[in-house]
């Protein structure tokens, strides 16, 4: 699993990449921080090469967004393959997010 922070003057995207499973999400929780200090602004969570979340990586984009809510920033995810759709669907996270093609 890679994750990729890019950082702009507004806001910031962050790139998934690989399989968001319970051991990459206790390592992207050890860089949180670097992203939670741009949820003032505008966060897109690019899930274009996201294969598969657990239940530890969509507590880590409840964590963006709840982080966001309290700054007064935004949070949308782009790019969810149908099989994370899915997974969004059954938990009540499309009801969360702006969904993004």
């Given at each position: 699993m890679e994750m990729n922070l890019i950082k702009a003057?507004?806001?910031?995207?962050?790139?998934?990449?690989?399989?968001?499973d319970t051991v990459a999400a206790q390592e992207i929780a050890k860089d949180l921080d670097?992203?939670?200090e741009c949820?003032?602004?505008?966060?897109?969570?690019?899930?274009?090469?996201?294969t598969y979340v657990s239940s530890s990586g969509l507590r880590i984009f409840?964590?963006?967004?709840?982080?966001?809510?309290?700054?007064?920033?935004s949070v949308?995810?782009?790019?969810?393959?149908?099989?994370?759709?899915?997974?969004?669907m059954m938990t009540g996270f499309l009801n969360l997010f702006n969904i993004e093609d």
């Open positions: 003057a507004d806001g910031a995207t962050v790139v998934f990449d690989g399989r968001l670097s992203i939670l949820a003032s602004g505008p966060i897109v969570l690019d899930c274009r090469k996201l409840l964590t963006i967004r709840k982080a966001a809510a309290e700054k007064g920033g949308s995810v782009r790019g969810i393959s149908n099989d994370i759709r899915n997974v969004f």
